[in-house]
């Protein structure tokens, strides 16, 4: 995401239901400058990178979004769009790839979608279960207004829902030991102006090696 030039990153851990029902969906929005059908197809196969060689960010081998989006959920869902009302999607479900058994994983071409699906445009527009106080959460989409507006003209959104391999079960864990390692890892992007929410929450940066200015624990 901050290699498609992402001023603003969100990561969702959304929780519904309670002890055999409860289901986990996981999600990472950016509004960098999305991907086109063809690059989109590129992205969703394994070994399939734009960035070969390259050693300016972490994207190189085309294995990273596949592997951890798959390491959590049976399903990976990408929408990515260059303009408004022209979204393209694919999804890897690996249920329907094992029961074709087949030794050549066929991906069909992105599908064009005018809007984003329910369940996908509710993270943007609802407060989520943690942290519990609505005050805390700066949604996207506000009360009203509209999700195709404030998602921007481009960007991408991954998508993994009912995830059932995940290191923690509480929704509260999940956030914080998010917020925890990416305040970190990504500290130098957040202070270069990086915004970068989980749960709707602004993480600040933090720096172990107390060098930098900004990071939350000088202040």
């Keep these: 995401a901050a290699q498609a030039g992402a001023t603003e990153i969100r990561v969702y851990f959304r929780q519904e239901g309670k002890g055999a029902n409860k289901r986990t969906d996981v999600a990472v929005y950016d509004n960098g400058r999305g991907m086109s059908p063809p690059v989109l197809k ?5 070994g399939g990178s734009m960035y070969y060689g390259s050693r ?7 294995m ?3 592997t951890a989006a798959l390491s959590m959920s049976s399903v990976l869902e990408v929408y990515s ?3 408004p009302e022209a979204i ?3 999804t890897l479900d690996v ?4 029961k074709d058994r087949a030794n050549l994983v066929e991906l069909p071409e992105p599908t064009l979608l005018t809007e984003l699906p329910d369940e996908v445009a509710d993270l943007f527009r609802k407060p989520l279960s943690y942290p519990t106080s609505r005050s805390e959460q700066q949604l996207l989409a506000g009360e009203g207004e509209s999700v195709a507006a404030n998602i921007g003209p481009s960007g991408t959104i991954v998508y993994m829902p009912d995830c059932d391999r995940l290191h923690f079960s509480k929704a509260s864990s999940l956030v914080d030991h ?3 390692e990416m305040a970190r890892v990504y500290r130098r992007r957040i202070a270069a102006g990086l915004r970068l929410y989980v749960n709707n929450r602004l993480v600040e940066a933090f720096d ?5 200015p900004d990071a939350r624990h000088v202040r």
């Design 42 to 46: 590129v992205a969703m196969a394994f």
């Design 178 to 180: 998010a917020v925890k």
């Design 56 to 62: 300016q960010g972490i994207a190189r081998f085309g």
């Design 208 to 212: 172990p090696t107390y060098s930098m």
């Design 88 to 90: 393209y999607t694919m």
């Design 95 to 98: 249920e329907a790839i094992g």
């Design 81 to 83: 769009w260059q303009e």
């Design 64 to 66: 990273g979004m596949k």
